[in-house]
């Protein structure tokens, strides 16, 4: 029997995929591309036509709307990201609903070479009957983060239609540029004005997550000696081959993300650029405590060191930036949005499992700025690249999940701080 939200939601994330929006870490604007405003514009229209109040579209790029309290309770936020991942093209999805999942591999009429089967990802075997949504085989699908928009869009519809359902005060963001690292700017704690938050932003049905790596960013700019090749002997100095050096003495065999999991961080060597004369490099460094980045960050430094003291005549230059801190650190403080969370998903029949984020969403940055805001799951899989599904039964649960938590929050939750 089909869940009354599985349509709506279904419809939600077919539409909202097909809009190119990803986000460029290369761009200085706010947001970092102009096509993030397509799908921003929409869902504030869309959030005005169902009926919540105080919506707006910031001059920072985010949209924010308000669903009035039916009763006492805390000021509970709902986040979810627009921006699709820079790493793999996400230009003309065409999202397409398998029904009724049979358990045998997927396939994609664009790219046959492609499959997706139960085999090598088993969470998929799990799904059986299910409704699985996926793009066309040459393209990202974007359920990272649009299912997480379907899922708070249906739920919000839901508590408008339907003023007796006991709630406090929801306030509603959705935002730019997370998969960037820029998805919380200054402004963005103060007007959500809420007591704690929650991202929609996760994987497997149950997962409530409270802790995510804390990240650095690492660009490290190789200045060697130019000159004319046929006159080089003795003069030139190659930046290309001391940058190659550099990533070479990077510990690839231990700390890098193919060969690392569960608690382990990593050093991840993301982009290089430039030619002969000028290089840059630029590294994410990622580790769950704060000691292991830092200490991450002072190895980079010592091969950018060691390397520059083979050629004196070059200028390599480290400057590494923080992005955002594991969000348990403020979350172990006050746990009660966590709490509230796991208490709903039991109400549910639905049994709660957290394990650290070997990444980070908004809620990083959130916590780290005062509002409490763990992470809950939508059923994505595979997200970043062109196998990637969603179970439109997962997002279902996520529905119900959000809806049940904002109810206990009038009975038992207090606000956070």
């Known amino acids: 029997m089909q869940n009354p939200f599985d349509q709506e939601l279904e419809d939600r994330l077919v539409r909202y995929a097909a809009i190119d929006s990803q986000s ?57 990201h627009v921006d699709t991942a820079p790493q793999f093209n996400a230009t003309g999805v065409k999202p397409r609903v398998i029904r009724g999942y049979n358990g045998g591999e997927i396939t994609f009429p664009d790219d046959p070479m492609r499959v997706l089967s139960p085999e090598a990802y088993p969470y998929l075997a799990e799904k ?59 402004k963005l704690p103060g007007d959500l004005a809420a007591d704690f938050a929650y991202t929609f932003d996760g994987g497997r049905v149950g997962d409530i997550e409270y802790e995510s790596f804390s990240a650095d960013g690492a660009e490290i700019t190789v200045t060697g000696v130019s000159i004319h090749p046929g006159l080089a002997r003795g003069k030139m100095v190659n930046a290309i081959h001391l940058a190659a050096k550099i990533v070479a003495a990077l510990p690839q065999a231990t700390m890098t993300p193919e060969v690392t999991d569960g608690r382990e961080g990593f050093i991840h060597a993301v982009e290089m650029s430039g030619g002969s004369s000028e290089m840059k490099i630029r590294l994410i460094l ?36 923080p992005q955002y ?58 997200i970043h690249g062109p196998l990637e599904w969603v179970s439109v039964q997962d997002m279902a649960a996520a529905t119900r999940l959000c809806l049940t938590l904002v109810g206990l929050a009038v009975t038992n939750g207090q606000p956070a701080g």
């Open 24 to 80: 460029d870490e290369t761009s200085e604007t706010a947001p970092s591309t102009e096509r993030q405003f397509d799908i921003l514009r929409l869902l504030a229209e869309e959030l005005a036509g169902i009926g919540a109040a105080d919506v707006q579209l910031t001059d920072y790029g985010v949209v924010l709307a308000t669903i009035p309290a039916t009763a006492a309770g805390p000021t509970i936020g709902l986040l979810a």
């Open 128 to 186: 059986l009957g299910h409704d699985i949504v996926t793009a066309s085989g040459t393209t990202l699908l974007g359920a990272d983060d649009k299912a997480g928009v379907a899922i708070i869009m249906t739920a919000a519809r839901h508590l408008l239609a339907n003023p007796s359902l006991p709630h406090g005060p929801i306030r509603i963001a959705f935002t730019p540029d997370e998969e960037i690292g820029r998805g919380v700017g200054e």
């Open 286 to 321: 990622r580790d769950f405590e704060r000691e292991g980045l830092a200490a991450k960050g002072a190895l980079v430094r010592q091969v950018c060191e060691a390397i520059a003291a083979t050629e004196p005549r070059a200028t390599i230059h480290c400057d590494i930036r």
């Open 325 to 382: 801190r594991n969000m348990r650190y403020w979350l172990e403080q006050d746990m009660t949005p966590v709490e509230l969370a796991r208490q709903a998903c039991r109400q549910l029949g639905i049994e709660p499992l957290s394990v650290p984020i070997r990444g980070g969403t908004d809620g990083s940055r959130l916590t780290e700025k005062g509002v409490p805001t763990p992470n809950l799951f939508t059923g994505m899989q595979n």
